[in-house]
């Protein structure tokens, strides 16, 4: 399976997800500093797809060792996620996980430009929103939202 490319909206969120961990594995607990190689951007449901690729709440901040092991036992993963965010929430991500989705150009950017805004204001701790361009794009191929 070829590698995907990481995209400036991948590294947007990748830091948007640590911030919001405050730079701490979410579980095994150990701090980092901001911007270490050591912690990772952990998609419970992989970046292949776009719907959920860049949702808040389909990643989390996981160091080398958690995301390995995490990722080598998807039951151990899932129910970590399901404490998480809830198996009704958890049921939605995989439903839209599998959903198709496309996007522009003009909507990469969009999304790009959305993330960097939230990156360039969200403070230590605090949540970010997935992108309008998801939102929308997912409200009208699905019915979930």
Known sequence: MAKIKITSQDKHFSILVRQRARWKCEYCYTQYLPN???LHCSHFFG???????????????????????LGANPVLFRDWIVDRLGKNRVEELQILHNTI???????????NEDL??????????????????????IIRTTAIY
């Open 47 to 69: 970046r292949a797809s776009k719907a959920t690729r860049w949702m808040a709440d389909n990643a989390a901040a996981h160091c080398f060792g958690c995301h390995q092991k």
């Open 116 to 137: 960097l805004a939230q990156r360039k204001e969200q403070k230590l701790g605090e949540e970010f929103e997935t992108p309008a361009v998801i939102l929308n794009e």
């Open 101 to 111: 989705v496309k996007f522009n150009k003009q909507d990469l950017k969009d999304i």
């Open 36 to 38: 270490s190689a050591g």
